[in-house]
């Protein structure tokens, strides 16, 4: 999937127009089992707060193959996190550590309890779009991806951390400014709404068939200098 994204990538950079930018987007991910897990911690008396939204920021280019036919490729990283805290005041821990000459470091913080879970994924995507209008230029369209996904608890005493890779694709639609010049800088913007099918299996025997989904509607925004 990355050799093929990065053939676009080339094919995109050869083209008669191609522009290539910075993007941000939000996402609400199902994560099914994450809130399973969140609501046995729940009935265990550690309510796990979790994110509602999982943010990304990536690299990507997008250039005409023709008239009609738009390719993107993009590589960007998401994050969705989870947190339990009781009575945690990381700044003044910090802060008692430093008065104490580091003695209150020895000792740790026995009546705070954290649960941190972080979910990342390196996201590679590759789409084409056909072009409806010409400027601002109004398109639909998907394609598939690759998504490297990472899932990590860490508590007082415990740091666990698995992986897993799956392909799933992605469908919606992009708008596109054509022209425009910033500080004499040829600077377009575009934006683009969707869904994201993103849902992998953990490889680690012992998750027990626990999948990290970050399926779920999308919106993204970036900006690209234009060549």
Same mark, same amino acid.
């Given at each position: 999937?990355?050799?093929? %994204?990065?053939?676009?990538?080339?094919?995109?950079?050869?083209?008669? &127009?191609?522009?290539?930018?910075? +993007?941000?987007?939000? *996402? =609400?991910?199902?994560?099914?089992?994450?809130?399973?897990?969140?609501?046995?911690?729940?009935?265990?008396?550690?309510?796990?707060?979790?994110?509602?939204?999982?943010?990304?920021?990536?690299?990507?280019?997008?250039?005409?193959?023709?008239?009609?036919?738009?390719?993107?490729?993009?590589?960007?990283?998401?994050?969705?996190?989870?947190v339990y805290e009781e009575n945690y005041n990381p700044g003044g821990y910090i802060l008692l550590g430093i008065l104490t000459?580091?003695?209150?470091?020895?000792?740790?913080?026995?009546?705070?309890?954290? %649960?941190?879970?972080?979910?990342?994924?390196?996201?590679?995507?590759? &789409?084409?779009?056909?072009?409806? +209008?010409?400027?601002? *230029? =109004?398109?639909?369209?998907?394609?598939?991806?690759?998504?490297?996904?990472?899932?990590?608890?860490?508590?007082?005493?415990?740091?666990?951390?698995?992986?897993?890779?799956?392909?799933?694709?992605?469908?919606?639609?992009?708008?596109?400014?054509?022209?425009?010049?910033?500080?004499?800088?040829?600077?377009?913007?575009?934006?683009?709404?969707?869904?994201?099918?993103?849902?992998?299996?953990?490889?680690?025997?012992?998750?027990?068939?626990?999948?990290?989904?970050?399926?779920?509607?999308?919106?993204?925004?970036?900006?690209?200098?234009?060549?």
């Open positions: 999937m990355t050799a093929i %994204v990065s053939a676009a990538m080339l094919l995109i950079l050869q083209g008669s &127009s191609f522009r290539i930018g910075f +993007t941000f987007d939000g *996402a =609400f991910p199902r994560m099914a089992d994450e809130n399973d897990y969140a609501e046995l911690l729940s009935e265990g008396g550690l309510p796990l707060k979790l994110d509602d939204v999982a943010w990304a920021g990536g690299l990507e280019a997008i250039g005409d193959a023709s008239e009609r036919l738009r390719l993107r490729g993009g590589f960007s990283v998401s994050r969705y996190n989870g000459g580091g003695i209150a470091f020895l000792f740790g913080s026995p009546d705070d309890e954290v %649960v941190a879970l972080e979910n990342s994924s390196v996201n590679f995507d590759l &789409s084409a779009y056909y072009k409806l +209008t010409d400027n601002p *230029a =109004f398109s639909v369209g998907g394609g598939p991806s690759l998504a490297l996904v990472t899932r990590s608890i860490d508590t007082p005493n415990t740091t666990s951390s698995h992986e897993g890779s799956g392909l799933g694709f992605t469908a919606g639609v992009r708008l596109d400014q054509e022209s425009g010049n910033f500080l004499g800088i040829p600077l377009v913007f575009g934006a683009e709404g969707g869904y994201r099918q993103c849902d992998v299996k953990l490889d680690d025997d012992t998750t027990d068939d626990f999948t990290v989904d970050f399926s779920g509607p999308y919106v993204r925004i970036g900006s690209y200098l234009k060549f």
